[in-house]
């Protein structure tokens, strides 16, 4: 059976490949290609936070894990992403490949730490205290999961 850690994992490296994508055809000013692949990456990242937004950190909060915790710093951090998002998705419109590949590398950092995090605190922590109906939290995560394929 998948579990919410391997699922929510996968999208993780989802994201990352196509953030990689993008990276590379800015460093190669294929300014059409960068910009096809950064929509998909900021899809699949709006995605993935959505998921864990609306359906897994309320399950944890829930469940007794309290809204002040690690779910809190989470949702802060995925904020923080956004801006960036905003500042790369400029920096694409502009073709200023330095200041996007600059961001880049703060948002690669930022993604790096965050991912971990989850995987290694938050993540186990919903399965610990969804014990009872992990099932119920993972088919709803997967329902949002609109652009699935690309996993």
């Known amino acids: 059976m998948e579990s919410i850690s391997s699922y929510m994992g996968d999208g993780h490296r989802q994201c990352d490949r196509l953030f990689v994508a993008s990276e590379r055809a800015v ?19 709006e995605r993935h936070f959505e998921q864990e937004e609306e359906v897994l950190f309320p ?50 950092v930022l993604m790096q730490q965050h991912n971990a995090k989850e995987e290694q605190i938050v ?5 610990q205290v969804l014990a009872a109906d992990p099932e119920d939290v993972l088919g709803r995560l997967k329902a949002m999961d609109v652009v699935g394929a690309v996993r």
Do not use: C
């Open 27 to 45: 460093a190669k000013s294929a300014w059409e290609e960068a910009g096809t692949d950064f929509a998909l990456f900021r899809e699949a990242l």
């Open 123 to 127: 993540y186990p922590l919903s399965e």
């Open 59 to 108: 399950a944890i909060e829930e469940a007794g894990a309290g809204t002040m915790g690690p779910t809190r710093v989470m949702r802060l951090e995925h904020e923080q992403m956004r801006g960036l998002l905003r500042e790369l998705e400029q920096a694409l419109a502009e073709r200023d490949g330095n200041a996007f590949l600059g961001g880049a590398e703060t948002m690669l």
